[in-house]
């Protein structure tokens, strides 16, 4: 169900769109591909790229992590198509600071520890967050439903992080019996 009809008369002014894609491979690891674009629905000066013209994106920017069963970054690919300074792209080769660190508990604090402020792009860095997200979906369900981990697997569920991954809740109860905490 959408929104309800907004009570006033709007003019839309920027679109940002994210997109998250997860893919098998071959080899037994998983490609996670994120996209970002930010448009403005109207004409505006860009001081390095010119005039855009209403709907031109000025942020088109690409990220892959490829993943192991463990969800381990092995391998980091960063595309900047459009960027609004010429600059942005010298940013690309830090994201290879990503290879080696496991997507779960600390994820963001690491990503913060090795991309941020000007160590990063602060739209890729936000992008990595549902790229986390898909890769954890990804890599704890399969096709045939959720991969029963226990602790010594490695990979932890997303434990409270909001009320159905409660600890002592049900879906753990039954799908993570291992980290169960109820009683």
Known sequence: MPLTP????????????IECRSFARDDGMWDIEGHLTDAKSYAFENKYRGMMAAGDPFHDMWLRLTVDENIVIRNVETVMDVTPFQLCGNIIPGF????????????????????????????????????????????????????????????????????????DGEIVRTDFPDYYTGA
Do not use: M, Y
């Not at 008369?9 to 920027?14: A, D, G, L, N, V």
């Not at 290879?96 to 600390?106: E, N, Q, R, V, Y």
């Not at 739209?123 to 979906?137: E, K, M, S, W």
């Open 6 to 17: 907004p009570p006033v008369t709007r003019e839309p002014i920027h679109t940002r769109a």
């Open 96 to 167: 290879d600071k990503l290879a080696g660190l496991t997507i779960g508990p600390g994820w963001n604090r690491d990503v913060r520890q090795r991309l941020g402020g000007v160590q990063g792009c602060a739209h890729l860095v936000d992008l990595l967050r549902p790229i986390a997200t898909v890769a954890f979906h990804t890599v704890l369900w399969s096709k045939s439903g959720p991969r029963k981990k226990s602790k010594e697997e490695g990979i932890k569920p997303p434990l409270n992080t909001c009320h159905a991954w409660s600890s």
